[in-house]
């Protein structure tokens, strides 16, 4: 997959599209004003294929709470975001989210989509202006760790489990299969680091072996370096943390110089273009764990629409499920707050996902049904595609994980192991 030449012309009209975006019921029925949140994902560069796949979810749940809502609107107003590029940089990302906060005055964003942006963008931007972030994507430690020393001021909320949690689960999984020395290459960003450190210490304690770690820095145009210094401890398998563009470079390279074809690999490299291009044949021994999900009528829903709009996206992939249910958390937060200002729906996030109200699920009669109980001033609790979630004091969520292999070029989910498997890993570690 080539990462960094996506199509200029795809992105610029993605950003038209969804900048503008309205319900797609007459505009006689439509709420004649807009509530436009922020979306500041990576569009480009190493997580881009993650962003774009996420901006369609956002649209898709947009458009089906809009046309749920009808003349009434969300909050009186019809839903769209602002989308805009971070370009898989810290940098980048901070400086778009500045505008959406400073000039759009945007009460919420939706992003990042690698822990590397969403840090910057929490620390620099939401957290001090009052605003709400929600990401589906990223997974750092750091992030909790933020949040739990007040850094966040209670502003990030994430849709994804933290690396602490998957750290240990890939642990498991490796060992389960076999996997008792390897060595690991790893993104050098703070996702990479983390993940690396949490995986170690739950790796090693179950009697692993790492015989070799080597960092590698995003968007170069050749690994070989890294590879021929990873393949010197003659390690039977390779643990690659990263992401799925530079993952095709690194893995190609691996297998040209010689490298054994036995894998193992985080949440997100469970893509059909990274398959693709490094080619199925090579990967009949490649396993890996992503944060899983129970299924709902929400999933099926998502299943059916999502392929048909995405431009080309399947349901499977990495970011859709989670982007999907960020944006119909925020959406209906937004209804339930009846008022387009921050804290009411920092507040009314937590209110919409406890346990205790009516379940309601996606999809037109779910999304309906969600507003009506609204209206009635009556408790519910959303179940999404991924299932029920309900945000900690951090903003984390808790969940299983699932266990996958790629089997004649497809993904395939092989197991599942629960919060309990996993903390029962975790109660056994050295503290």
Same mark, same amino acid.
């Given at each position: ?18 900048? /503008? ?5 007459? #505009? ?28 369609? &979810?956002?649209?898709? &749940? ?28 810290? &940098? ?25 942006? &969403? ?7 939401? =957290? ?18 933020? #949040? ?58 179950? =009697? ?15 690994? #070989? ?11 039977? #398998? ?29 949440? /997100? ?41 995405? /431009? ?43 346990? /205790? ?75």
């Amino acid at each position: 997959m080539r990462h960094t030449r996506f199509n200029a012309t795809f992105i610029a009209a993605a950003i038209a599209t969804f900048a /503008g975006l309205a319900p797609t019921h007459a #505009a006689a029925q439509a709420p004649a004003c807009t509530h436009t949140v922020g979306m500041v994902v990576s569009l480009t560069g190493a997580a881009g294929r993650f962003g774009q796949a996420a901006a369609k &979810s956002v649209e898709l &749940s947009f458009a089906e709470l809009n046309k749920a809502a009808g003349a009434s609107g969300i909050a009186g107003c019809k839903l769209a975001f602002d989308l805009r590029d971070a370009q898989s940089q810290g &940098s980048v990302a901070v400086d778009q989210a500045r505008q959406l906060v400073d000039l759009k005055k945007v009460p919420a964003i939706i992003g990042g989509i690698i822990s590397s942006v &969403s840090i910057p963008i929490v620390t620099s931007v939401t =957290g001090p202006a009052g605003v709400v972030q929600i990401s589906p994507a990223s997974t750092s430690p750091t992030l909790t760790k933020l #949040a739990a020393e007040g850094k966040t001021n209670g502003w990030f909320f994430r849709t994804i489990t933290s690396d602490a949690l998957q750290g240990t689960a890939a642990a498991k999984y490796a060992i389960d299969q076999g996997m008792k020395v390897l060595t690991i290459v790893h993104v050098n960003n703070d996702f990479g680091v983390n993940m690396l450190a949490e995986f170690r210490r739950a790796y090693e304690a179950l =009697g692993g072996k790492i015989v070799g770690v080597t960092p590698y820095n995003p968007q170069q145009p050749s690994y #070989a370096a890294e590879v021929t210094n990873a393949l010197k401890g003659d390690a039977p #398998a390779l643990y690659f943390i990263g992401y799925p563009g530079d993952g095709t470079t690194i893995i190609r390279t691996w297998v040209q110089q010689g490298g054994p074809q036995r894998f193992l690999f985080n949440d /997100g490299m469970n893509a059909a273009d990274f398959i693709k291009g490094v080619g199925p044949q090579f990967l009949t021994n490649a396993f890996g764990t992503s944060s899983g999900t129970t299924r709902t009528p929400s999933t099926e829903f998502f299943a059916q629409a999502y392929p048909a709009m995405s /431009g080309g996206f399947d349901a499977s992939a990495p970011a859709a499920d989670r982007a999907f249910d960020a944006g119909s958390i925020l959406g209906l937060a937004i209804a339930h707050a009846g008022k387009f200002e921050a804290a009411a729906i920092r507040d009314s996030i937590r209110k919409i996902t406890e346990p /205790g109200g009516e379940v309601v699920h996606a999809g037109p009669q779910g999304f309906a049904r969600a507003l009506q109980l609204i209206a009635e001033k009556k408790p519910l609790r959303y179940v999404g595609v991924i299932g029920p979630v309900q945000f900690d004091k951090n903003g984390d969520i808790v969940g299983p994980f699932r266990t996958w292999r790629i089997t004649n070029g497809e993904v395939v989910t092989v197991g599942q192991m629960s919060m309990e498997d996993v903390q029962a890993v975790q109660a056994r570690l050295p503290k």
